[in-house]
């Protein structure tokens, strides 16, 4: 049984952590909270029957003994956290992104590496049903090779996502959400891209970060992704579609929940057709000109769910001795993306990553 004390009790703890390490019961015990705010260590001292909490996470450390530290706090802190954990033992899952810098990155691997405690990042998506059910169709007859990915969003910011830290970031879409997709497109082509290019405008003078990014990634080959991350939308709020195209056939993806009926004319074709769609949290589907067909959905909380798969997949590598998928040296290539985006939106022009992946502390 591992024991696992989390640093940061607030919405990602409560709505995705927790509810992830409920689903492990026979393999996970959480054994103390921590945070700054006195009435979220009391609500969640009662809602979750947290055995103990504090104000003060290397005094939850020092007499609790955890074998994991969940980092759950603002990425500002999570260089600072995830030192503090490595250098009393623990092992660290963190929540994204994993540091705010590559330098700051590298200074987690160095520790890790030195302590002989793994650190894993928890970018979950690759575990959700509709992400692993479409990678296992690449490279399949009725896919084929991987071409083109094409991912985007069209998000409502409001009064509750813009409160605490995340409205107050000068670096908020791409650092805070567009890692998730680079993730993906790292899962999906099973390689790192080679340039980058991106155009981050800022319409919104009131907003102090960024509320479009427009992005494009080349890989070696000639195979190209493209992100649309859209916090101006007034139309329907997707949080994330994407579509990947192959040599043979298509996959549409989403997460969000819908419940759609729909009928019309194949134009071309002059043939009528009619569908019903009812989705609780994300759904993949194959299509080939006309024709598609479901191929994997999610639950109404996928994110709960892949972090659980992601959390198990951890604690095994830790007891066999291997690296998980997510670990930091692998993930400090996905900070890199997001943060290489920001400098080629600045510099208005492409970037080569080949710098960006050397590790900065030798």
């Known amino acids: 049984m591992f024991r696992v004390a989390i640093i940061g009790l607030g919405a990602v703890t409560r709505n995705i952590h927790l509810p992830a390490y409920s689903q492990l019961k026979d393999k996970v015990s959480v054994i103390a909270g921590c945070d700054v705010d006195s009435t979220t260590r009391t609500f969640m001292k009662r809602k979750w029957h947290l055995p103990e909490v504090y104000d003060n996470p290397q005094e939850m450390i020092e007499k609790t003994r955890p074998d994991i530290v969940s980092i759950c706090t603002p990425p500002s802190l999570h260089h600072e956290q995830s030192l503090m954990a490595l250098d009393s033992g623990c092992h660290v899952f963190c929540e994204k992104p994993l540091a705010e810098s590559l330098y700051q990155a590298d200074e987690i691997i160095k520790a890790s590496e030195r302590s002989g405690r793994l650190v894993v990042v928890n970018n979950q998506f690759p575990y959700m049903n509709i992400y692993r059910s479409s990678k296992a169709l690449i490279g399949s007859p009725e896919f084929g090779r991987l071409l083109f990915l094409h991912a985007w969003q069209t998000f409502h910011p409001t009064e509750q996502t813009e409160a605490s830290w995340r409205g107050k970031l000068q670096r908020r879409l791409c650092f805070e959400f567009g890692i998730h997709v680079f993730e993906l497109?790292?899962?999906?082509?099973?390689?790192?891209?080679?340039?980058?290019?991106?155009?981050?405008?800022?319409?919104?003078?009131?907003?102090?970060?960024?509320?479009?990014?427009?992005?494009?990634?080349?890989?070696?080959?000639?195979?190209?992704?493209?992100?649309?991350?859209?916090?101006?939308?007034?139309?329907?709020?997707?949080?994330?579609?994407?579509?990947?195209?192959?040599?043979?056939?298509?996959?549409?993806?989403?997460?969000?929940?819908?419940?759609?009926f729909e009928m019309g004319l194949h134009a071309r074709e002059r043939r009528p057709f009619l569908g019903f769609n009812f989705v609780k949290g994300g759904k993949a589907?194959?299509?080939?000109?006309?024709?598609?067909?479901?191929?994997?959905?999610?639950?109404?909380?996928?994110?709960?769910?892949?972090?659980?798969?992601?959390?198990?997949?951890?604690?095994?590598?830790?007891?066999?001795?291997?690296?998980?998928?997510?670990?930091a040296r692998d993930n400090r290539n996905t900070l890199a993306l997001a943060l290489t985006a920001y400098d080629a939106a600045q510099a208005n022009k492409a970037i080569e990553m080949a710098h960006y992946f050397k590790n900065s502390n030798g």
């Open 285 to 327: 589907v194959l299509q080939n000109g006309n024709r598609s067909k479901i191929i994997a959905r999610d639950g109404i909380n996928p994110f709960a769910s892949a972090t659980a798969a992601h959390f198990k997949n951890y604690i095994e590598a830790i007891e066999n001795g291997r690296e998980p998928r997510g670990h």
């Open 185 to 260: 497109i790292r899962f999906f082509f099973e390689d790192n891209p080679v340039k980058i290019f991106a155009h981050m405008p800022n319409p919104k003078s009131e907003t102090p970060s960024e509320v479009v990014n427009i992005i494009s990634v080349e890989f070696s080959d000639g195979r190209a992704a493209s992100i649309v991350l859209d916090r101006l939308s007034k139309g329907p709020e997707r949080y994330l579609d994407m579509r990947l195209d192959g040599e043979f056939a298509s996959i549409y993806t989403s997460i969000g929940g819908e419940i759609r």
